[in-house]
């Protein structure tokens, strides 16, 4: 049950919850950290949002004709006001069909700009392995493989094999 305690607006020294949680009644509101000094360009000091929870990745191509199936799909993320940290771990157990390039979609929160992120670990693709990701502003992840010690392309779906694994973890802005 949840008690309501009335404070004294503002009080000094340390104050400790010792049973339960402390509970933001209101939505937009949260920790102020505005007695900090300000950077140049500050555009906020108030932690308003915080959240754990599970996605469901998958692999996709650019022209939505491949069929897979999964010995896993997984991910976690964790959402600390505009940063999203997620993980990703994909194995699949067939792969069939598609054309264009690789995709991996159903992150669980669009992402407001380009970021990139590295792959720990990428196994069982015919060539061009995946080494990094950029994840875009319409949701999609796009793997990307080495072409050459200049250059990086996209995976094309043709080298993601039968068994296929991939696990990246990955922080993007919303």
Same mark, same amino acid.
């Given at each position: 049950?949840?008690?309501? =305690? ?17 509970? !933001? *009644?209101?939505?937009?509101?949260? !920790?102020? &950290?505005s007695a900090d000094p300000h950077p140049a360009? %500050? ?16 692999? $996709? ?9 999964? #010995? ?13 940290? !997620?993980?990703? =771990? ?8 598609? $054309?264009?390039?690789?995709? =991996?979609?159903?992150?669980? &929160?669009?992402?407001?700009? =380009?970021?990139? *992120? ?6 069982? +693709?015919?060539?061009g392995k995946p080494d990094q990701i950029l994840? &875009?502003?319409?949701? $999609? !992840?796009?793997?990307? +493989? ?11 779906? #043709?080298?993601?094999?039968? $068994? ?5 973890? %990955?922080?993007?802005?919303?």
């Open positions: 049950m949840l008690k309501t =305690v009335g404070f004294p607006s503002t009080r000094s020294g340390n104050q400790t919850i010792v049973d339960g949680d402390l509970v !933001i *009644g209101t939505a937009g509101r949260g !920790i102020d &950290f360009g %500050m555009t906020s000091e108030l932690l308003d949002d915080y959240e754990e929870g599970t996605w469901t990745p998958t692999i $996709t191509s650019s022209n939505s004709d491949v069929i897979v199936a999964y #010995s896993t799909n997984s991910g976690t993320y964790t959402k600390i006001g505009r940063l999203v940290t !997620i993980t990703c =771990v994909i194995v699949l157990s067939s792969k069939s069909g598609g $054309t264009g390039t690789t995709r =991996v979609g159903g992150i669980p &929160f669009v992402a407001s700009a =380009v970021s990139s *992120g590295a792959i720990g670990f990428a196994n069982n +693709y015919t060539t994840t &875009f502003a319409d949701g $999609t !992840i796009i793997p990307y +493989y080495s072409s050459s010690a200049t250059a990086s392309a996209q995976l094309p779906i #043709s080298h993601v094999g039968n $068994t296929s694994a991939l696990y990246f973890t %990955m922080s993007y802005i919303v």
